[in-house]
């Protein structure tokens, strides 16, 4: 079935430094590909989507990059703060669709 | 602005009692989920709804767990009986699909939780 699988964490990074989060999804379909980041205490809430091959989503520094022929929906951002520490999940979600499959999170820890 | 809403938002109760979430969607959204999420399993979606009816509750304990939507405004989530195994987070998270025309987003908006403790 469907299904995206990302690198398990904790990631642990100094302030400033480059973040790669890497997250695949299984090909069956045309699913729309998103980032959630989850602050302590709250919600999931949407950081960053791709609805199709190429498309590249981005917000608040961060970028992700729909890739077709690796299956791929990588998270990055150039440098990290301390108020990035959180949890990423990376979800599809198939077009004509309505549930959406997450992942299993990424903890991200930013040391000042 | 438009949110989710949870209550309560915390709940801490015994073995053997029935439990009650409740949820208020974003007005107009016509989709809401139902997740728990625990360290050991991660976000699990229990079940969902769409234009209030059930769409699949395959992920929910049936013998236990019930998820109705008595208007567009509410969505309820109970445990009768409550187990210790049930403590985790709930959320609930609403969205427009594309329905009748009108327009629609694949975001989902999630509530805040409701963080149960079942001793």
């Known amino acids: 079935g469907d299904s995206v699988t990302q690198m398990e964490g904790p990631v642990t990074l100094s302030e400033e430094a480059f973040l790669t989060i890497n997250c695949t999804y299984t090909?069956?379909?045309?699913?729309?590909l998103f980032w959630y980041v989850q602050y302590p205490g709250e919600g999931l809430q949407l950081l960053l989507k791709?609805?199709?091959?190429?498309d590249k989503g981005s917000n608040k520094g961060f970028e992700a990059t729909y890739r077709k022929e690796t299956t791929s929906f990588h998270l990055e951002k150039g440098s990290v703060q301390v108020s990035d520490s959180a949890v990423y999940f990376c979800?599809?979600?198939?077009?004509?669709?309505?549930?959406?499959?997450f992942g299993a999170g990424t903890r991200l820890f930013v040391k000042a | 602005d438009a949110r989710v809403t949870q209550t309560p938002r915390h709940k801490v109760t015994e073995m053997g009692q029935e439990v009650t979430m409740r949820c208020q969607p974003i007005?107009?959204?016509?989709?809401v989920f139902w997740y728990r999420q625990t360290m050991m399993q991660g976000l699990e979606l229990l079940a969902y709804?769409?234009?209030?009816?059930?769409?699949?509750d395959s992920g929910m304990p049936k013998d236990r767990f019930s998820a109705e939507m008595p208007d567009a405004t509410l969505a309820t989530l109970k445990i009768q009986p409550s187990e210790p195994r049930d403590s985790a987070v709930y959320f609930c998270?609403?969205?427009?699909?594309?329905?009748?025309?009108?327009?629609?987003?694949?975001?989902?908006?999630f509530g805040p939780g409701t963080r149960l403790t079942v001793l």
């Open positions: 998270a609403s969205g427009q699909s594309r329905d009748r025309g009108r327009s629609g987003t694949d975001e989902q908006f």
């Open positions: 090909a069956t379909g045309y699913p729309s």
């Open positions: 791709a609805t199709k091959a190429d």
């Open positions: 979800a599809r979600r198939n077009t004509g669709g309505f549930k959406t499959i």
């Open positions: 007005l107009g959204h016509n989709t």
């Open positions: 709804f769409r234009n209030r009816a059930p769409l699949d």
